[in-house]
């Protein structure tokens, strides 16, 4: 497999479950501020936080009101993290690849890319917001089961799949991040009202409130943490992305599970085996927030060991690893190269 199309594999199905989870934040955030009282104060500024964005918000908007935020993170053409944008990219992607992915998966981001357009182009598309919202989200687990139904489970599946995990392991541990740290800093309020609804809002965003209630019955904030942090069965659990999205990889490679012969494989499996062996009451016993910072700056660097194993150009000299089945193409620079500087990390 040439690199250049691994590489928009990865990307495409990244930036489908970004415009995703954006959709996720926004649309819980909006029904969390129905369910809080008058004077408590809308919270948006979270919102920005958790796409990593914070500066080029403010740069741009200053202050965070619900306009500014919902502009910003939807309908913005050069904000890089808006559905707008991640959609964009995504369609470009799969533009580059079709003779890769099935004409399903293809007319699915086609259809989801031109919906939002014509969304954004509506001067009242936001007065239900709920919808479009859920649209979207729609949309991305749309493509996920076509995905999974309409395309073989070789090489280019698996650089998919891995995309697709790690990007939602970062979101759901930013989205914990931003609680824990951001949303609640006054220590009176733990355990009040307010924030056992604003854990059940956190939960609602991750689609995990009806599993977590089944699973443990009352909100308890150290069982919310390690229920989408370290539980092994749920697909948005941060530990659950990191174990599949590891044998993702090591399919790609074929290098056995437990042994490394890449900078990815050893990058990954020291983020699986730092949430295989970790207990909630110790992360936040030390710090949540420590904690979560530098496995954001792991994944990072995971991520930078995926692009340098196998995306990355080298000289004609040079050869890829035996155990790594496709070979480097001098002509994925340039998609490559802009393509890392627009993400928005």
Known sequence: ???????????????????????????????????????????????????????????????????????????????????????????????????????????????????????AARAKSMDTPHDFFTAVKQASHLFVGISYLTMSHNEAWHFGRLGRLLERADKTSRIVDVKYYILLPDPAEVGSTYDDIQWSALLKSASALEMYRKRHGRISPPKVVDYLLLDRKFPRAARYCLSKAQRSLHAITGTPIGQAETAAERQVGLLYAQFEYADTREIIKSGLHEYLDDFQVKLNNASEAIHETFFALRPLEESAPESMAFSQSQSQSQGGQSQRQSRGR
């Not at 590489?7 to 990244?14: D, F, L, S, V």
């Not at 970004?18 to 500024?45: H, K």
């Not at 559905?83 to 004409?103: Q, T, V, W």
């Open 1 to 119: 497999m040439l690199s250049r199309v691994a590489e928009a594999i990865y990307w495409m199905n990244r930036y489908m479950e970004r415009a995703e989870n954006v959709a996720r934040f926004v649309d819980v955030n909006l029904n969390l501020m129905l369910d809080l009282p008058e004077g408590f104060g809308e919270q948006w500024s979270p919102l920005v936080a958790t796409t990593g964005d914070t500066d080029a918000f403010r740069g741009r908007y200053g202050e965070a009101t619900k306009e500014s935020v919902l502009k910003f993170l939807t309908f913005d053409k050069e904000s890089p993290n808006s559905i707008l944008s991640c959609l964009r990219m995504a369609r470009e992607n799969a533009r580059s690849i079709r003779e890769i992915i099935s004409s399903e998966m293809w007319e699915q981001i086609n259809k989801s890319y031109l919906m939002v357009k014509e969304h």
